[in-house]
Nanobody, 115 residues
Framework: QVQLVESGGGLVQSGGSLRLSCAASGSIFSINHMGWYRQAPGKQREFVATITRGGTINYADSVKGRFTISRDNAKNTVYLQLNSLKPEDTAVYSC?????????WGQGTQVTVSS
């Protein structure tokens, strides 16, 4: 089992920045990749960014050049730096860990971008 706890969401003006954190605990050895997804009101959850155990990073086209995913292995934490935020980035952002046993999810953190 893997437990994920997100933090760092909030309210920010358009063009502003936030940094989200996702701290993992439990069976860390089983994690193959970690990433972020988001779900806006009335919309399906969508992929944002992911980083694999080997360090390969992928981003959704909508966030390339604005968001940066990184990790601190010593802290078992993955970060998502959100820059140049737009109102359409408003969503609940959830951390995901892909493991040998399947996917685990955090509780989510709200990001609201005002225009």
């Amino acid at each position: 089992q893997v437990q994920l706890v997100e933090s760092g969401g909030g309210l920010v003006q358009s063009g502003g920045s936030l940094r989200l954190s996702c701290a993992a605990s439990g069976s860390i050895f089983s994690i193959n990749h970690m990433g972020w997804y988001r779900q806006a009101p009335g919309k399906q959850r969508e992929f944002v960014a992911t980083i694999t155990r080997g360090g390969t990073i992928n981003y959704a086209d909508s966030v390339k050049g604005r968001f940066t995913i990184s990790r601190d292995n010593a802290k078992n934490t993955v970060y998502l730096q959100l820059n140049s935020l737009k109102p359409e980035d408003t969503a609940v952002y959830s951390c995901n860990a892909g493991t040998f046993w399947g996917d685990f999810w955090g509780q989510g953190t709200q990001v609201t971008v005002s225009s």
